[in-house]
């Protein structure tokens, strides 16, 4: 059953039906937060609609907003809590044609008590809640922390829309589930966009397979999928009628607070989205991905949603760009630690080389290793090596393997073996 607005009987009066309207054609979650606000500040102040309108009128009513503001201070409301009676009063105002200033000045409105210490979970700590989650939970929370997204473009707050199975590009429907491209694009429409435009993210391996898992159950449960489908659906254990296509925000997150409170932690589900904010700004400072298509999988306002939006797709080749960038944010991403196998044991030696002739890790995080060719990597070697006998002179030598044990006898020490079978020897200090 959709929740109803506590002041819902305001909307009686003309006036206020129309601010409403005006504001539910942009935000449904706004229209409904203001109309409590309006609907609040009247029951505190004795009043209603339009008594307030014709109170707007006289010059101490800004006096009389003054004072209200102090109460609230007196009784230690914050001040991100107060300044939303003064954002509602201009807004009703100004819409009922009042030139309404209201410049109070509010302590601390800037701040919110609630989630100023609030801190961003660790790796550790989300796989602990994901383990909680329910499949359909694991889903959101991996959209979340590993793409991004706000809980309300996964499903909006009226349940009129959400993300679909066609928004995971690349997402093939047979007789199995699979994906077309690891890491997947997942588009985020315009109007499931707190911006109010089309942008896209990412999500790795970790998040594809919580989707595919969770879609290959709902089959198993015996529902039709689709294109149209959506993404997160409604539980089919539950005996009720459906009034909403998709599902509310509200459920979503009451998903992930269930799943939060299961792993004995303490957040907001929003937190999840600072997760992936904060993994992204390290990734960042590491070079492993620009500042511009960070702020566009993040679902920001940029140059490149400038371009995205005025040309409605990008090449190609910037989109592939833009998932191996991504693709390289995932070891500050991702919670599971893949098995070992032959790929990872090589980049793995191969890391291991590269620091041994001198790279730097911020050089190593740069370096494409799943993609070298190795006669490319034997080269990026040879490069370091050649630069290091240039500075240090004598201090390095590329030898035989054979000779190592001459060259520790002369004062070198060893530092690694090269893919063409030398050795790298330094001389001792």
Same mark, same amino acid.
């Given at each position: 059953m959709t929740k109803q607005p506590k002041y819902l009987?305001?909307?009686?009066?003309?006036?206020?039906?129309?601010?409403?309207?005006?504001?539910?054609?942009?935000?449904?979650?706004?229209?409904?937060?203001? =109309?409590?606000?309006?609907g609040l500040y009247c029951e505190l102040e004795n009043t209603a609609p339009d008594k307030l309108l014709k109170d707007m009128d006289k010059p101490d009513f800004r006096d009389k907003f003054a004072d209200f503001v102090r109460k609230m201070e007196r009784e230690d409301k914050a001040g991100s809590y107060i300044i939303r009676f003064k954002k509602v009063l201009r807004s009703f105002g100004r819409f009922n044609g009042k030139n309404l200033e209201l410049n109070i000045n509010i302590a601390n409105d800037h701040l919110s008590p609630t989630i100023e210490n609030e801190r961003v979970p660790n790796k550790d700590e989300l796989s602990r809640l994901l383990r909680k989650a329910t499949?359909?939970?694991?889903?959101?929370i991996s959209l979340m922390a590993y793409a991004g997204l706000r809980p309300e473009s996964l499903?909006?707050?009226?349940?009129?829309?959400? =993300?679909?199975?066609?928004?995971?590009?690349? =997402?093939?429907?047979?007789?199995s589930i699979e994906f077309d491209k690891i890491p997947v694009r997942v588009s985020v429409k315009s109007m499931l966009s707190k911006a109010r435009h089309q942008y896209f993210s990412f999500i790795g391996e970790e998040g594809a397979t919580y989707i595919k898992e969770y879609l290959e159950e709902r089959r198993r449960q015996g529902e039709d999928l689709d294109y149209d489908s959506p993404l997160l659906q409604f539980d089919n254990k539950k005996a009720y009628v459906r009034k909403n296509a998709f599902l509310r925000t509200t459920l979503i997150t009451r998903d992930i607070r269930d799943a939060i409170q299961g792993a004995g932690l303490k957040m907001r589900p929003y937190v999840l989205r600072a997760y992936f904010s904060t993994a992204l700004d390290i990734a960042e400072s590491k070079g492993l991905i620009s500042h511009p298509w960070r702020q566009f999988i993040m679902g920001h306002k940029g140059d490149i949603e400038a371009r995205y939006s005025t040309n409605k797709r990008l090449p190609p080749d910037m989109i592939e760009e833009m998932r191996e960038s991504y693709r390289k944010c995932l070891k500050y991403l991702e919670t599971r630690v893949s098995d070992v196998s032959e790929d990872n044991a090589k980049l793995f030696l191969q890391q291991q080389l590269l620091s041994a002739v001198g790279y730097k890790q911020e050089e190593i995080d740069k370096i494409d290793l799943a993609n070298i060719s190795n006669e490319d990597f034997q080269q990026l070697l040879r490069d370091k090596v050649a630069g290091a006998m240039t500075e240090n002179g004598a201090k390095q030598k590329v030898i035989p393997v054979s000779d190592v044990e001459k060259y520790?006898?002369?004062?070198?020490?060893?530092?690694?073996?090269?893919?063409n079978g030398k050795a790298v020897m330094r001389l001792r200090f």
């Amino acid at each position: 059953m959709t929740k109803q607005p506590k002041y819902l009987g305001l909307l009686k009066n003309e006036k206020v039906r129309r601010w409403y309207e005006n504001l539910n054609a942009r935000s449904y979650l706004t229209a409904t937060t203001w =109309l409590r606000t309006l609907g609040l500040y009247c029951e505190l102040e004795n009043t209603a609609p339009d008594k307030l309108l014709k109170d707007m009128d006289k010059p101490d009513f800004r006096d009389k907003f003054a004072d209200f503001v102090r109460k609230m201070e007196r009784e230690d409301k914050a001040g991100s809590y107060i300044i939303r009676f003064k954002k509602v009063l201009r807004s009703f105002g100004r819409f009922n044609g009042k030139n309404l200033e209201l410049n109070i000045n509010i302590a601390n409105d800037h701040l919110s008590p609630t989630i100023e210490n609030e801190r961003v979970p660790n790796k550790d700590e989300l796989s602990r809640l994901l383990r909680k989650a329910t499949s359909r939970g694991r889903v959101s929370i991996s959209l979340m922390a590993y793409a991004g997204l706000r809980p309300e473009s996964l499903g909006n707050y009226e349940g009129a829309d959400g =993300l679909r199975i066609k928004d995971i590009k690349g =997402l093939r429907l047979t007789d199995s589930i699979e994906f077309d491209k690891i890491p997947v694009r997942v588009s985020v429409k315009s109007m499931l966009s707190k911006a109010r435009h089309q942008y896209f993210s990412f999500i790795g391996e970790e998040g594809a397979t919580y989707i595919k898992e969770y879609l290959e159950e709902r089959r198993r449960q015996g529902e039709d999928l689709d294109y149209d489908s959506p993404l997160l659906q409604f539980d089919n254990k539950k005996a009720y009628v459906r009034k909403n296509a998709f599902l509310r925000t509200t459920l979503i997150t009451r998903d992930i607070r269930d799943a939060i409170q299961g792993a004995g932690l303490k957040m907001r589900p929003y937190v999840l989205r600072a997760y992936f904010s904060t993994a992204l700004d390290i990734a960042e400072s590491k070079g492993l991905i620009s500042h511009p298509w960070r702020q566009f999988i993040m679902g920001h306002k940029g140059d490149i949603e400038a371009r995205y939006s005025t040309n409605k797709r990008l090449p190609p080749d910037m989109i592939e760009e833009m998932r191996e960038s991504y693709r390289k944010c995932l070891k500050y991403l991702e919670t599971r630690v893949s098995d070992v196998s032959e790929d990872n044991a090589k980049l793995f030696l191969q890391q291991q080389l590269l620091s041994a002739v001198g790279y730097k890790q911020e050089e190593i995080d740069k370096i494409d290793l799943a993609n070298i060719s190795n006669e490319d990597f034997q080269q990026l070697l040879r490069d370091k090596v050649a630069g290091a006998m240039t500075e240090n002179g004598a201090k390095q030598k590329v030898i035989p393997v054979s000779d190592v044990e001459k060259y520790i006898q002369e004062g070198y020490d060893f530092e690694a073996v090269l893919p063409n079978g030398k050795a790298v020897m330094r001389l001792r200090f």
